[in-house]
Antibody, heavy 121, light 107 residues
């Protein structure tokens, strides 16, 4: 059974840093791209970042480029999102998501339960 | 960046109704589109990928169609558990943008 379990959310002051973790199980972690998607309170979904299976390729939304960094630890089957220089507008529930099983097609078939990050003084 | 525009933004319907939600891309994305359902306090759940492929375990009353710039999600006969918010997402290029969502409410 595929499982994605996020941790590390919480309250942080503007300008501060936070690291989210997404521990995975039930699939061959190094084979699949992993992504982060966020949702501000009462708002829609926003793609944030993607790491290729190997971790060699990373992609970011313009809104977080230069401030956030995605990484993965293959020995722990875990993907991370390091968030620096946090702003009030980064307040959101952050979800990790796994790329789908069918080779050659791109979609997110499993999602974590989400972690709330609140940026406020 | 490719923009996705969903319509309508909200919709009221009754159990048993047939409902169609539209997603229009600002440029051609072939069939690189997925649809998700989200209920309050829960993560999104995949319904459709590759524009028209039904995810395993998803009821057959859900279907997707379209290619290029115009896509639709159809629910053939609404069930009580279908009242939720629906999102499309494109996978043609980064950033992997979402539509703004369509909230489906009970009439």
């Amino acid at each position: 059974e595929v499982q994605l379990v996020e941790s590390g959310g919480g309250l942080v002051q503007p300008g501060g840093s936070l690291r989210l973790s997404c521990a995975t199980s039930g699939f061959t972690f190094r084979t699949y791209d992993m992504s982060w998607v966020r949702q501000a309170p009462g708002k829609g979904l926003e793609w944030v970042s993607t790491s290729s299976g190997s971790g060699d390729n990373t992609y970011y939304a313009d809104s977080v480029k230069g401030r956030f960094a995605i990484s993965r630890d293959i020995s722990k089957d875990t993907v991370y999102l390091q968030m620096n220089s946090l702003r009030a507008e980064d307040t959101a529930v952050y979800y990790c998501a796994k790329r789908g099983m069918i080779r050659g097609l791109d979609y997110y078939d499993y999602w974590g339960q989400g972690k709330l990050v609140t940026v406020s003084s | 960046a490719i923009q996705l525009t969903q319509s309508p933004s909200s919709l009221s319907a009754s159990v048993g109704d047939r409902v169609t939600i539209t997603c229009r891309a600002s440029q051609g994305i072939n069939s690189a589109l997925a649809w998700y359902q989200q209920k309050p306090g829960k993560p999104p759940q995949l319904l459709i990928f590759d524009a028209s492929s039904l995810e395993s375990g998803v009821p057959s009353r859900f279907s997707g169609s379209g290619s290029g710039t115009d896509f639709t999600l159809t629910i053939s006969s609404l069930q009580p558990e279908d009242f939720a918010t629906y999102y499309c997402q494109q996978f043609k290029s980064y950033p992997k943008t979402f539509g703004q969502g369509t909230r489906l409410e009970i009439k």
